[in-house]
């Protein structure tokens, strides 16, 4: 059973658009993660949201964690091919257990 | 700081034979190490996870025999492909976590396995 669950799975999207990537969950975490990750590497931590309701942003990159803690989102603005990765939401609960989400596949066309 | 490495990057085995993947936390003192598969495209599948000193915790259908997991120290843990198949290709990621730091993981950069 996969907890977390990512949309859309597939994006694909023309440079300078802005695009949203959504993780959501019927379970509560007390901490949830998003990472990027490039083809061949591992993911790489973008941020760590842990208060219902946090809003971070990390330059065009915009992650907001529900109110209820059960899910996420990650906003980009002016997407640009650098961008183009992997996009996993993986969540924390009190007792120590990791799960990452089902994965959004991003690409940003020039 | 928080810098994982795996190692190799790449190995290619004949099948039947057994290939051991490293996994290190280079920084800190990982007091947990996670195994995960990764297929084309898909989120990561959770392996197992294992504490420095203590036998690994494997999720459900992922047989022990067959991949075995030694964390003998709080910056190494290690996974074997026992008789390695073809099916057993795949991208195979470690994390490491710092109980001091929280929960977030820090992954290595992957061991791409090809089985002939």
């Known amino acids: 059973t996969q907890l977390l669950e990512q949309s859309p799975q597939f994006l694909s999207i023309q440079e300078g658009e802005n695009l949203t990537v959504y993780c959501n969950s019927s379970?509560?975490?007390?901490?949830l993660q998003w990472y990027r990750q490039e083809p061949g590497e591992g993911p790489v931590l973008l941020v760590t949201v842990v208060t219902g309701g946090e809003v971070k942003k990390l330059k065009r990159l915009t992650f907001q964690f529900g109110d209820a803690r059960k899910d996420s989102s990650l906003h980009i603005t002016a997407a640009q091919p650098g961008d183009t990765g992997l996009y996993l939401c993986?969540?924390?609960?009190?007792?120590?257990?990791?799960?990452f989400g089902t994965g959004t596949s991003l690409t940003v066309i020039p | 700081g928080a810098v994982v490495s795996q190692h190799p990057s790449r190995v290619i085995c004949k099948s039947g034979t057994s290939v051991k993947i490293e996994c290190r936390s280079l920084d800190f003192q990982a007091t947990t190490m996670f195994w995960y598969r990764q297929f084309p495209k898909q989120s990561l599948m959770l392996m197992a996870t294992s504490n420095e000193g203590s036998k690994a915790t494997y999720e459900q259908g992922v047989e022990k025999d067959k991949f075995l997991i030694n964390h003998a120290s709080l910056t190494l843990s290690t996974l074997t492909v026992t008789s390695a198949h073809p099916e057993d290709s795949s991208f195979y990621i470690c994390s490491a976590r710092d109980g001091d730091r929280g929960y977030e993981q820090y992954f290595g950069p992957g061991t791409r396995l090809t089985v002939t």
């Open positions: 379970s509560v975490f007390s901490s």
């Open positions: 993986a969540g924390a609960n009190t007792g120590n257990q990791f799960y």
